[in-house]
């Protein structure tokens, strides 16, 4: 099973930037992409950064140019790099691990994805 812990999150002033961690631990050879989503106050959670199935990086079209995800492997570890925070930025961020189907249908792996527990961000006006 794998086990996500985000943290770095904060408040902050619009312009700013802010760092969020990801630790990853577990069977981490079941996931087969990781990235992070947000939830905004009174909306539904959303895609924010995300290395897919290839290793290749995708955002939304909201962060892109402003926010970076980078991993290091050694450390298991995700990162995303938010800069010139807006205050639309403001959410819960959560990171997320998907999980190799076939390996879940084989009972490899205990469930198709993983979430951690989420970290706040604020950003002020």
């Known amino acids: 099973q794998v086990q996500l812990v985000e943290s770095g999150g904060g408040l902050v002033q619009a312009g700013d930037s802010l760092t969020l961690s990801c630790t990853v631990s577990?069977?981490?050879?079941?996931?087969?992409?990781i990235g992070w989503y947000r939830q905004p106050p009174g909306k539904q959670r959303e895609p924010v950064a995300a290395?897919?199935?290839?290793?290749?990086?995708t955002y939304s079209p909201s962060v892109k140019g402003r926010f970076t995800i980078s991993r290091d492997n050694a450390k298991n570890a995700v990162f995303l790099q938010m800069n010139s925070l807006i205050p639309e930025d403001t959410a819960v961020y959560y990171c997320n691990a998907i999980n190799d189907p076939a390996a879940v249908a084989r009972g490899m792996c205990a469930q198709p994805d993983s979430w951690g527990q989420g970290t706040q961000v604020t950003v002020s006006s």
């Open positions: 577990g069977d981490t050879t079941c996931i087969t992409a």
């Open positions: 290395f897919d199935n290839s290793g290749s990086a």
